[in-house]
């Protein structure tokens, strides 16, 4: 962290609470839209696809309609929890030997996989996989769903009109990736100045520049008009593969005819009195049930007594996810380019969704036919073959996300981050905090936490008492950094609660767009 920073600068944030329903996103004017669509009637699941496709249009590098993920759906009235898999895999007509190794070392990106040639399982076409978050989307609203689809994506379809805006916040991401956007001529040319420079921004007076997402717009339209077959089937995904193909990629119309989100039983995890729900499979589920299984081992204390406790459990719980998960095996999880939202309606239906691109910006490809930003989901596969997660045709990808259900003290809470690896550190965290603690939504999230993102260290607040360092560091290795805006060296957590009639929500206090907005009175 910069020693440039101020020491002395506080951030806080106000947790809502209403009697009505309450969505929680990272981008503010996401979470707006899916509280007016809660104000207009709708379901919590009416509320997370609006929400859902706002924020593809205005955190466009972080999800977006070519992407995938996985969301939790609590229904109250049967009192039963639904976990959602809408995944992203391999495209079935994948060439592995166009991936042959370069022998120079480790990869620049989010894995330590060994470099492929030209990096391209990292961005590219070639890095591009079968996306899943429309046909989730319309999963879950065929399911329970009360307010026409069309109607869901008019917030986002109207957004994309405008064009987003390039606040100062928008302009440091952007100029992050610049170099890599600048390769591909679609993606210049929407996110750069003049196909080559980052987007500038006064630092005196608020800018007025705003990115182009007039193709976009139009092909929300006609998902709009059509419903998620025009992308899986349909024309739209015809369009959309036949642009990957052109740049060098492999999807075909049907890859994304053949995706099938599934329904399933979740994973259910009981801890002490409590219980949460996560979903099963190739996510980061299995990961947060083996951490909270481990901390039930150790004895209640004061919290400073228990962050020890904290990091054995999520290094027990790298340590079996590098070594048993994968389509085969294991995966290295790392920070992406991921984002997070919770809903809750005044009924208490909730959604915990978290939807991704993989890395920022994803594949830093543009296809040009729809406007949408492409994934770089084969990057989550070892290249190397014989090994466990090895790149395979048709595979689906181990997801870092890892969206939470629980029932503590007397509260149903609806909980999840973005920040790939550090995701499933935060949420055992904040399920603690609340279990062990009886802590609210505002106390948890204002708390500081540790970040375990592998098997073998450790990263702690340096707003943690010296005395807890001390004691980490017995554990194992650890660094101190301060809990920043950009860059973030912990998770991104949204999340929701409902007690007795009464909602709650809550976001990152570091995370500038991220807020919890309350459904206002009705329309």
Not at 115 to 127: H, T
Request: proline share 6%.
């Amino acid at each position: 962290m910069s020693d440039a920073l101020s020491r002395s600068l506080e951030i806080t944030k106000h947790v809502v609470e209403t009697d009505r329903g309450v969505v929680a996103a990272q981008h503010r004017q996401a979470a707006e839209a899916g509280a007016e669509v809660l104000a207009a009637g709708g379901d919590a699941v009416d509320a997370a696809v609006a929400c859902s496709f706002v924020c593809g249009v205005l955190e466009p590098w972080m999800s977006g309609p070519a992407g995938g993920g996985g969301a939790m759906h609590w229904r109250a009235g049967t009192g039963t929890a639904h976990a959602l898999n809408f995944g992203m895999s391999a495209p079935s007509g994948l060439r592995l030997a166009d991936f042959p190794l370069s022998g120079e070392g480790v990869a620049a990106d989010l894995f330590p996989w060994d470099r492929v040639v030209e990096d391209r399982n990292v961005q590219g076409a070639r890095a591009v996989a079968v996306p899943g978050v429309v046909a989730g989307l319309d999963a879950a609203h065929a399911r329970w769903g009360r307010m026409p689809w069309a109607d869901l994506l008019q917030p986002a379809i109207a957004d994309a009109r405008r064009g987003m805006e390039v606040d100062w916040y928008a302009a440091l991401i952007i100029a992050s990736a610049a170099r890599d956007l600048a390769r591909d001529p679609d993606a210049a040319a929407q996110f750069l100045q003049d196909g080559r420079f980052p987007r500038s921004f006064s630092w005196t007076a608020q800018g007025n520049d705003r990115i182009d997402q007039s193709r976009m717009a139009d092909s929300l339209d006609i998902l709009a008009r059509d419903g998620a077959a025009a992308l899986h089937g349909g024309d739209l995904g015809a369009a959309l593969a036949a642009d990957v193909a052109a740049k060098g990629g492999y999807l075909s119309r049907e890859d994304l005819e053949a995706v099938t989100p599934r329904i399933e039983a979740p994973l259910s995890v009981p801890y002490r009195a409590a219980r949460f729900e996560v979903m099963p499979g190739l996510t980061a589920g299995p990961t947060f049930a083996h951490a909270m299984a481990r901390l039930a081992e150790a004895p209640r204390a004061t919290l400073d007594e228990m962050r020890p406790a904290h990091a054995r459990a999520l290094l027990s719980a790298y340590r079996a996810r590098l070594t048993t998960m994968g389509h085969d095996g294991e995966v290295h999880a790392a920070p992406g380019s991921t984002t997070h939202f919770s809903v809750v309606d005044r009924q208490g239906n909730m959604v915990a969704h978290t939807q991704t691109l993989l890395s920022i910006f994803g594949a830093r490809v543009v296809s040009p036919s729809t406007g949408f930003l492409l994934n770089n989901g084969i990057m989550w596969f070892d290249p190397v073959q014989g090994r466990a997660n090895s790149l395979t045709p048709g595979a689906p990808c181990l997801m870092n996300i890892c969206p939470v259900l629980g029932q503590v003290n007397g509260a149903r809470v609806a909980l999840g981050a973005a920040g790939g690896r550090k995701i499933v550190s935060a949420v055992v965290q904040l399920a603690a905090f609340l279990a062990d603690h009886d802590m609210d939504l505002a106390t948890a999230f204002a708390t500081p936490r540790i970040d375990v993102s592998g098997a073998d260290r450790i990263v702690a607040d340096d707003a943690l008492p010296g005395p807890v360092r001390d004691a980490l560091q017995a554990v194992a290795p650890t660094s101190v950094v301060r809990r920043s805006m950009l860059p973030y060296p912990f998770a991104i957590p949204s999340g929701v609660a409902t007690r007795e009639g009464r909602q709650t929500g809550a976001t990152e206090i570091m995370a500038p767009w991220a807020d919890a907005v309350t459904e206002p009175a009705a329309l």
